[in-house]
Every structure is written in C-alpha cells, then in structure tokens.
C-alpha cells in the first residue's frame, strides 16, 4: 500500500478546491486514499472541511501561530518532519504549491514531479513540458520517496464523502524567522472562483477598457460564472492580474469557457486546454481562438453579450 | 549589496514551436533558435536595475549547460553583468542537481542576493529556486512582481492565486522572478563590443563536486492529443441552442 500525505491548501478558514483535486489524483495512485495535513490556527474550520472529503484517512491538524501559516520556509520544515511515514507527498500545483514542495523536496534531497496531470501507475505520471506543447512520463524509481504536485485543471475534485478523525500533531522542527507575511491585496469578489467555476466568462483585449469589463460582469453575475481575463486585458490595465487565464496566469478546467474577443495566443491556450466546452466570440475569423473552440461566432463581441444577456432571460 | 547572482539557462527561443521526436526520445531541439530562458532574463534586468539604483556592485551572471551557453552569458554581459560563470556540463541536470550545482557558486562568491527566474520554460519544473533557497537554508521569494531592497532585507510582492501577497526576507535570499516585474532591455551595438571584453569564467560541472545523479526515469515524449473539430454558429440564438444541447443550465 502506498502510504499519501496531501498537503492541504486553504485560506484560513477554507480549504481550497485544489485540495479537493489534488485527493483525486491520491486516491488514483493508491484507492484507500491518504492522510491529509492542514497547516492552521487551531480554531480554523479547515481541518473540518478537510476531513470530510472522499478519500481523507485522516486528518492531521499542525496548529499554526500566526496567519503567516502559508510561508514555504515556514511550512517545509515542518513537512519533512513528518515526511518519513509517508511514500508520497503531493500538493496542489498552485501557486501555494508550486512554492512549497520544492523546498521540501530539497530538504528531503529528493526530486520533484511538478504538474502531474495523468497517473499511470504508483510511480509514474504525465506531465507537461513547453508549455503544454509535449507531454513527457516520468517515473520514480522505487525506494525513493514520490514528491509531487498536482495540476488542478487534470483532476476532477472529490465531494464530500468522509468523516476522517482529526488528529492534532506538534512536530518539532526549528522554524525559521528570516521570511515575514506582511499582507495580501486580493481585488476581493463575491464571483465564484475562477480555478473552481463550472462557467467561465473571460475578456481579452478586444474588451477595450476595464469599463466594458463591467458588461461581462453583468453577464457572468446572471450566469453564475467567474470572469478571466487575457494576458492582454491585463497587460492593457483593464483587470487586475490575478484574472488572469493561461500558462503565466491560471490553468483553469471549467465545464464552460467562453472567450469574448480574445485572439488565442499559445500561452493563453495552454491555460483552457482542459475545458468542458470552448467558446469563442471574436470579430476576427482567422483569430487562433478559433482552432480550439468547440463553438465559434464571428461577430462583434459587445452585441453578443447583449444578446446572450437578453437570451438568457 | 556586494554581489547579485542571476542564474541563466539557455533555452529554445519563446517564439519556436517545438515537436516531438517521431521514437518519442525526446524533443527535437537540433538547429533551433536558442535564448535566455526569458523568466531568467527578466531576472538579470532587475539585478541591473538594484544596481543602477546603487544598491549592489556587481553582478554576476551563471548558467549551467554545454559550451554552447557562452552565447547567452555573452548577451547577459552585454545587458550589463560585470562576469559570468559556466558550469560545463553535457547532460541535462534535473532542478536539484542544478540547485547542488549553483549552491557551489553561492558558497564561493557569497552573493547577498540570488535571482533566477520563476520556471524554464522548456521543461516547465519551476524549482530551481525554491531548492536553492533551501539547500541554503535562506529565504525565498517567488513569483516576484516587486523587488524593494531595504537594508538588511527585501520587501518582495509575489503574484500569487489570490492576488497579491508581499512578503520580507532577510538577506541573503533566493527570489524568482514572475513576467510582470519588468521588461528586459534590448542590448546595444556598442555594448555586444564591450561585453567582448568582460571574463566568462568556465568551470567543469565535475569540479564543483556536487551530486548531480539524475532521479528521475524518463519513460517517453509525447504529443498532446488535439480537441476534437469544433463548430461554427451564425448568431446568438444558434450559440445557446449549442450550449443547451451541451448542458448548459444557465
């Protein structure tokens, strides 16, 4: 059997449908699931959330100090602490664990299968390289510790289903003071995520200004989906760049994507790739959007919006 | 500051699309135009922007790869490294090796500072850095889309899934760089001339005596599969009917 520790990634209070991703690809490597550990102040309601999802063994709680909790340099210390009793480490290949995990890996003095997006076996998986432009299996040899994180957009997450116990665990570790959170600046939105949204409204450049953004919110808001933004729309000031969609942005899986005057640049589409169905509204029939859309409209994108608003009625 | 290290690995040019060996071997990189991985290029643009703010006195640029990789040293000495170091080396070192490998340097020149881009983008691994930084036993900043050096420490602001999140390390400490931070110079005439001059010092991999052992089987390359042909529709109305027939419930 192969012993999983899954890091868990949350906000505090939250666990993160990353986390919930991250569990389909443990409970693919091995059926009788894995342990999950949450990193968080001993009232956070996230070790809670965590233990119920399908899959989840158990659930071991390392009270944190401070909301601090998320700092790699922080944080791997205290992973390789509990490393030994595990085969595999894997955490979510977000930005939380794409900073975190090769830190671990390091300490471990293993190396590190970043963006596994298919599992082939206990040992070996897809990932991609050039950005997405090919797709390589590597395998870990065996006596060696599998240290890996998960790409969101290739795993399905897992719902609820168990009730794992709760185990608080101290670890001791020296936990060092050089790295300080000062704060996060989050252009908070009460839209739905954009790595966990079934719909997805996304605008590029043919947008023209951070004011016509706003009529794709309107429409995101009646339709219940969250809004992304090109490269482009962000590089133009339009949205802040955490909307931003594509290989330097998110990777997003929704089952819906439509894009509104987006042309189709490489990096953006590596970033949607996965979706359920690609839609794509562009003014410019020979725009690249076009080659991957499942459904594709040659028209003036502000007059489509109008519509599907009015459509949607 | 005294030194800054920029870690540069020589990649397939961010504009070629890059194929398939047709056995599955590998990717076919024979005769392809060849750059500055470009993460790591904008990570020698803000050493050279600290430094023109006064803030270090030399930079040093290190890539690790086969002789070949003189000629992006050769373009970081014209943007404006004071020298260069290669680390010789014909196989391909996985981020750990690499990390072993660039912690060798750090110890011998004891940089306050060590920037590197976020990710390569051939091989996509994004944890060069991060290994480095712990190897070290330092801090790391990564995903930096602002650098402000303080004295004894950096504010650093990193663009995370959330947004934003601004962090202080203390000195000496690994960052990486995100896209955003800033946009790399365009090299001169005049300076490609003067880079001339500047040292390229070259070390073999096997003299650093680091461990380099490859980990990781390769088993194959492939290319991804295509999604499937799509449709077009005329107006709206044929759109929705298109997204009902897929499950939309909106």
Not at chain 1, 258 to 269: N, P, R, T
Not at chain 2, 197 to 208: F, G, H, M, Q, W
Request: with cysteine; aromatic share 4%.
């Amino acid at each position: 059997m192969t012993r999983i520790l899954v890091i868990a990634e949350h906000d505090g209070q939250h666990v993160q449908q990353s986390t919930a991703r991250c569990l389909n690809c443990a409970v693919q490597i091995e059926a009788a699931g894995a342990d999950v550990v949450v990193f968080a102040a001993a009232d956070s309601t996230a070790a809670v959330e965590a233990s119920k999802l399908s899959g989840v063994k158990r659930v071991l709680l390392v009270a944190q100090k401070e909301k601090a909790g998320s700092l790699a340099a922080v944080l791997a210390p205290q992973i390789v602490a509990l490393a030994a009793d595990y085969d595999c480490i894997l955490a979510p290949s977000t930005t939380f664990g794409r900073d975190l995990l090769p830190r671990v890996a390091a300490l471990l003095g293993l190396a590190q299968v970043t963006d596994i997006m298919a599992v082939i076996g206990p040992r070996s998986f897809k990932r991609p390289i050039y950005a997405g432009n090919a797709i390589v299996t590597v395998e870990v040899p065996e006596g060696q510790q599998v240290i890996g994180t998960v790409r969101s957009a290739s795993f399905k997450p897992v719902g609820n289903g168990a009730e794992a116990p709760i185990e608080p665990v101290s670890v001791s570790a020296a936990l060092p003071t050089h790295t300080r959170f000062i704060e996060l600046q989050s252009g908070s939105s009460d839209r739905p995520d954009l790595q966990s949204a079934k719909i997805v409204l996304s605008g590029g450049r043919g947008l023209g200004s951070a004011d016509n953004f706003k009529q794709l919110y309107a429409l995101a808001d009646r339709m219940g989906a969250a809004v992304g933004a090109s490269r482009a729309a962000v590089d133009a000031g339009f949205v802040p760049n955490e909307m931003q969609v594509g290989q330097t942005g998110k990777i997003i899986a929704p089952d819906f994507y439509l894009a509104f005057g987006i042309s189709g640049a490489i990096q953006h589409l590596t970033g949607i790739k996965d979706a359920g169905t690609i839609v794509a509204i562009n003014k410019d029939a020979e725009a690249p959007i076009f080659e991957v859309a499942d459904i594709g409209l040659v028209g003036d994108l502000f007059e489509a919006i109008k519509e599907i608003s009015e459509q949607l009625r | 500051m005294h030194k800054i290290i920029v870690c540069l690995k020589r990649v397939v040019d961010y504009n070629v699309r890059i194929r398939v060996k047709p056995d599955g071997s590998g990717v076919i990189t024979e005769g392809l135009k060849m750059s500055i991985n470009p993460f790591d290029e904008i990570a020698l643009e803000e050493a050279l922007r600290i430094r023109e703010q006064g803030a270090v006195d030399e930079i040093i640029a290190v890539s690790i790869g086969p002789d070949d990789c003189q000629q992006q040293l050769r373009t970081a000495l014209a943007m404006g490294a004071d020298r260069a170091i290669l680390v010789q080396t014909g196989t391909e070192l996985e981020p750990l090796g690499a990390a072993r490998s660039l912690l060798k340097i750090v110890e011998r020149e004891q940089p306050e500072l060590v920037l590197l881009g976020k990710q390569a983008i051939d091989d996509d691994c994004s944890q060069t850095g991060q290994m480095l930084a712990a190897l070290w036993g330092r801090p790391q900043a990564t995903f930096a889309s602002k650098v402000e050096i303080r004295d004894q420490s950096v504010r650093v602001t990193r663009e995370v899934d959330a947004g934003l999140e601004v962090i202080e390390v203390d000195l000496p400490a690994v960052i990486t760089t995100d896209l955003r931070l800033n946009e790399p110079r365009y090299v001169k005439l005049p300076d490609i001339m003067k880079a001339k001059k500047k040292p390229i010092e070259t070390l073999p991999l096997e003299s650093l005596g680091a461990d380099t052992a490859v980990k990781l089987r390769t088993l194959r390359h492939e290319t991804p599969a295509p999604r499937g042909k799509g449709i077009m529709v005329k107006d709206v109305a044929e759109l929705i009917g298109a997204l009902r027939e897929r499950g939309l419930s909106a």
